[in-house]
Protein backbone atom coordinates (compact mmCIF):
# COMPACT_ATOMS: atom_id res chain seq x y z
CA UNK A 1 0.00 0.00 0.00
CA UNK A 2 2.83 2.27 0.97
CA UNK A 3 4.10 1.66 -2.89
CA UNK A 4 1.12 2.78 -4.65
CA UNK A 5 0.22 5.61 -2.49
CA UNK A 6 3.75 6.97 -2.85
CA UNK A 7 3.26 6.40 -6.69
CA UNK A 8 0.04 8.34 -6.69
CA UNK A 9 1.29 11.31 -3.97
CA UNK A 10 4.51 11.69 -6.67
CA UNK A 11 2.08 11.63 -10.23
CA UNK A 12 0.05 14.68 -8.56
CA UNK A 13 3.01 16.04 -9.77
CA UNK A 14 4.17 17.36 -13.18
CA UNK A 15 7.58 15.76 -14.64
CA UNK A 16 9.74 18.88 -14.01
CA UNK A 17 8.35 19.36 -9.96
CA UNK A 18 8.47 15.22 -9.74
CA UNK A 19 12.62 15.28 -10.56
CA UNK A 20 13.01 17.94 -7.81
CA UNK A 21 10.97 16.16 -5.16
CA UNK A 22 13.13 13.04 -5.76
CA UNK A 23 16.02 14.73 -5.97
CA UNK A 24 15.91 17.34 -3.19
CA UNK A 25 12.95 15.42 -0.61
CA UNK A 26 14.14 11.78 -1.84
CA UNK A 27 17.66 11.96 -2.51
CA UNK A 28 18.34 14.68 -0.31
CA UNK A 29 20.44 16.71 -2.68
CA UNK A 30 21.98 20.02 -2.52
CA UNK A 31 20.13 22.67 -4.57
CA UNK A 32 23.63 23.15 -6.56
CA UNK A 33 24.00 19.58 -7.36
CA UNK A 34 20.65 19.12 -7.46
CA UNK A 35 20.14 21.81 -9.99
CA UNK A 36 23.16 20.87 -12.13
CA UNK A 37 21.59 17.12 -12.77
CA UNK A 38 18.72 18.57 -14.27
CA UNK A 39 20.83 21.58 -16.42
CA UNK A 40 18.92 24.43 -14.41
CA UNK A 41 19.59 27.20 -12.02
CA UNK A 42 19.99 26.47 -8.26
CA UNK A 43 17.46 28.79 -7.68
CA UNK A 44 15.21 27.37 -10.51
CA UNK A 45 15.83 24.13 -8.49
CA UNK A 46 14.65 25.45 -5.64
CA UNK A 47 11.38 27.03 -6.55
CA UNK A 48 10.37 23.44 -8.31
CA UNK A 49 11.06 22.01 -5.12
CA UNK A 50 9.21 24.55 -3.24
CA UNK A 51 6.13 24.30 -5.59
CA UNK A 52 7.00 19.88 -5.46
CA UNK A 53 6.63 20.44 -1.50
CA UNK A 54 3.29 22.52 -1.43
CA UNK A 55 1.25 20.35 -4.18
CA UNK A 56 1.90 16.98 -2.23
CA UNK A 57 0.58 18.82 0.98
CA UNK A 58 -2.15 19.56 -1.05
CA UNK A 59 -2.83 16.71 -2.25
CA UNK A 60 -1.79 14.71 0.93
CA UNK A 61 -4.36 16.65 3.27
CA UNK A 62 -7.39 15.82 0.24
CA UNK A 63 -6.56 12.36 -0.12
CA UNK A 64 -4.47 10.83 2.94
CA UNK A 65 -6.63 9.17 5.75
CA UNK A 66 -3.46 9.53 8.25
CA UNK A 67 -2.89 13.75 7.32
CA UNK A 68 -6.89 13.98 7.60
CA UNK A 69 -8.98 11.23 8.94
CA UNK A 70 -12.18 12.57 6.48
CA UNK A 71 -9.77 12.58 3.68
CA UNK A 72 -11.20 10.49 0.83
CA UNK A 73 -8.18 7.59 1.40
CA UNK A 74 -8.11 5.97 4.13
CA UNK A 75 -5.56 2.05 4.41
CA UNK A 76 -7.73 0.51 5.99
CA UNK A 77 -10.47 0.90 3.33
CA UNK A 78 -7.97 0.01 0.69
CA UNK A 79 -6.27 -3.18 2.43
CA UNK A 80 -9.40 -5.68 2.21
CA UNK A 81 -9.71 -4.52 -1.42
CA UNK A 82 -5.88 -5.22 -2.65
CA UNK A 83 -6.08 -8.61 -0.60
CA UNK A 84 -9.53 -9.13 -2.66
CA UNK A 85 -8.28 -8.46 -5.70
CA UNK A 86 -4.78 -10.11 -5.47
CA UNK A 87 -2.96 -7.20 -5.39
CA UNK A 88 -1.56 -7.73 -1.64
CA UNK A 89 -0.53 -11.52 -1.08
CA UNK A 90 -1.31 -11.37 2.71
CA UNK A 91 0.64 -14.67 3.30
CA UNK A 92 3.90 -12.53 1.79
CA UNK A 93 2.83 -8.69 1.94
CA UNK A 94 4.24 -8.05 -0.91
CA UNK A 95 2.42 -6.86 -4.26
CA UNK A 96 1.31 -10.64 -5.87
CA UNK A 97 1.88 -10.10 -9.63
CA UNK A 98 1.73 -6.36 -9.91
CA UNK A 99 2.63 -5.56 -13.46
CA UNK A 100 2.69 -9.39 -14.90
CA UNK A 101 0.14 -8.78 -17.19
CA UNK A 102 2.12 -6.17 -18.78
CA UNK A 103 4.99 -6.54 -20.19
CA UNK A 104 5.78 -3.05 -20.88
CA UNK A 105 5.11 -2.05 -17.45
CA UNK A 106 8.50 -2.69 -14.61
CA UNK A 107 7.46 -4.91 -11.37
CA UNK A 108 6.70 -1.93 -8.59
CA UNK A 109 9.46 -4.06 -6.43
CA UNK A 110 11.89 -3.92 -9.16
CA UNK A 111 11.74 -0.60 -9.49
CA UNK A 112 11.59 -0.12 -5.57
CA UNK A 113 14.86 -2.02 -5.60
CA UNK A 114 16.76 0.40 -8.03
CA UNK A 115 15.12 3.38 -6.20
CA UNK A 116 16.61 2.13 -2.95
CA UNK A 117 20.46 1.78 -4.55
CA UNK A 118 19.82 5.01 -5.79
CA UNK A 119 19.08 6.77 -2.20
CA UNK A 120 22.06 4.01 -0.67
CA UNK A 121 24.65 5.75 -3.61
CA UNK A 122 23.58 9.25 -3.08
CA UNK A 123 24.12 8.99 1.09
CA UNK A 124 27.74 7.68 0.18
CA UNK A 125 27.52 10.94 -1.28
CA UNK A 126 26.43 13.27 0.83
CA UNK A 127 28.54 11.86 3.19
CA UNK A 128 31.25 13.43 2.07
CA UNK A 129 30.22 16.78 1.53
CA UNK A 130 33.76 18.02 0.01
CA UNK A 131 34.07 15.60 -2.73
CA UNK A 132 33.44 16.72 -6.15
CA UNK A 133 31.78 13.89 -8.14
CA UNK A 134 33.80 13.19 -11.66
CA UNK A 135 31.83 14.42 -14.60
CA UNK A 136 31.26 10.65 -15.34
CA UNK A 137 29.25 10.43 -12.34
CA UNK A 138 27.20 12.82 -13.31
CA UNK A 139 26.11 11.68 -16.55
CA UNK A 140 25.99 8.53 -14.72
CA UNK A 141 23.00 9.62 -12.61
CA UNK A 142 21.46 11.69 -15.78
CA UNK A 143 21.29 8.29 -18.10
CA UNK A 144 19.58 6.54 -14.83
CA UNK A 145 16.85 9.32 -14.98
CA UNK A 146 16.44 8.93 -18.21
CA UNK A 147 16.46 4.96 -18.48
CA UNK A 148 13.58 2.90 -19.29
CA UNK A 149 13.84 1.65 -15.54
CA UNK A 150 12.71 4.63 -13.71
CA UNK A 151 10.79 6.24 -16.28
CA UNK A 152 7.68 4.43 -15.65
CA UNK A 153 7.76 5.94 -11.68
CA UNK A 154 8.66 9.73 -13.24
CA UNK A 155 5.95 10.30 -15.83
Known sequence: MKIGCTQAMLLCLGRDERMAYILGDVFERRSDHAAELLTINPAAFRKRLSR???????????????IDPGAACSCARRVR???ERGRIDRNHLLFAGHGATDPRRLPVLEAVGVIERLREIAGVHQSHPTFMAPRRVTDAIRRVLASAEIRPLLG
Open 52 to 66: ARSRIRDFMTVHCGL
Open 81 to 83: PAI
